[in-house]
């Protein structure tokens, strides 16, 4: 139906599971949708890892909705990285992103969790899938911070209730932060039945839409790596689509070798 998109492990016979753009576009939001935000299943249908489901700003909930919220459980500094998702598969424990198995984040975050030792916390709380911030200077976002290539844990979802254990959560090794400036993101909101809002602070969203502006003015400079992450992270797009993207103007100018079949990776 064009809302949901899963790709396969490289190796595994495991699957991811994730919303597309049209999904967001359309905002056909129901419990399947907002819970394949980075789902992972075997080839028997098991749940490998559940993450968080899809959340909003503050902003883009109805204030009629906001008003019928319960308490607040905790709030939580919301860190500027790359969702990590980390499962389990024969014994051996990896990182991923919610968008794909393959990406340059989960690579960094996976060799973090074994040079650092860290998946020896993870062999007691296999009924939970734990969610880590990662953040690297080799993947840039809005905020910098002073640190090496850490994983922070953010989340301890229970993959059958899909609840976050605050308790498991709160066991985990933090590793220290210190920021480059004064700007923060923002927080998260977890409420008593499971609902989370993000709030976002308003110097980042300063912040965010002048780094993004750079990034479009540097596109199509980047080298072919670059050329190749996009590719990857357009398997949702139709094959009439393809031809109208101006990113495939660019992709010619290297001369690489494309196969459209592999964009089409609908359900």
């Keep these: 139906m064009g809302y949901i998109y899963k790709t396969k492990h490289p190796i595994f016979p495991l699957w991811l599971y994730n919303f597309?753009?049209?999904?967001?576009?359309?905002?056909?939001w129901n419990y399947t949708t907002l819970s394949c935000r980075g789902l992972i299943l075997d080839e028997a249908g098991k749940i490998i890892a559940r993450p968080f489901k899809k959340f909003f700003e503050r902003k883009d909930v109805y204030p009629e909705i906001i008003d019928l919220l319960p308490m607040e459980k905790i709030v939580t500094e919301k860190l500027d990285g790359a969702l990590g998702?980390?499962?389990?598969?024969?014994?051996?424990?990896y990182v991923c992103c919610k968008n794909n198995f393959k990406h340059y984040s989960g690579t960094i975050a996976t060799d973090i969790l074994y040079n650092t030792l860290y998946f020896n916390q993870l062999q007691d709380i296999e009924k939970h899938t734990v969610l880590f911030e990662i953040i690297s200077i080799k993947v840039p976002?809005?905020?910098n911070y002073y640190s090496k290539d850490i994983i922070y844990p953010i989340g301890a979802v229970n993959k059958?209730?899909?609840n976050n254990n605050f308790k498991v959560l709160k066991k985990l090794n933090k590793p220290n932060l210190?920021?480059?400036?004064?700007?923060?993101?923002?927080?998260v909101n977890f409420y008593c039945d499971g609902i989370m809002?993000?709030?976002?602070?308003?110097?980042?969203l300063d912040a965010y839409k002048k780094s993004k502006k750079?990034?479009?003015?540097?596109?199509?400079?980047?080298?072919?790596?670059t050329i190749f992450n996009l590719i990857e992270r357009l398997k949702i797009i139709t094959h009439n689509e393809i031809n109208n993207l101006?990113?495939?103007?660019?992709?010619?100018?290297?001369?690489?070798?494309?196969?459209?079949?592999?964009l089409n990776y609908w359900l």
């Design 141 to 143: 976002f809005t905020l």
């Design 214 to 225: 750079l990034k479009e003015k540097k596109f199509t400079f980047n080298d072919d790596k």
């Design 160 to 162: 059958y209730t899909s």
């Design 20 to 28: 597309t753009t049209k999904c967001k576009i359309h905002k056909n």
């Design 246 to 262: 101006k990113i495939f103007d660019d992709y010619n100018k290297f001369n690489l070798p494309f196969d459209k079949n592999k």
């Design 85 to 93: 998702i980390s499962y389990k598969y024969k014994g051996n424990y």
């Design 178 to 187: 210190n920021f480059e400036n004064s700007i923060k993101e923002g927080t």
């Design 197 to 204: 809002i993000k709030n976002k602070n308003d110097n980042f």
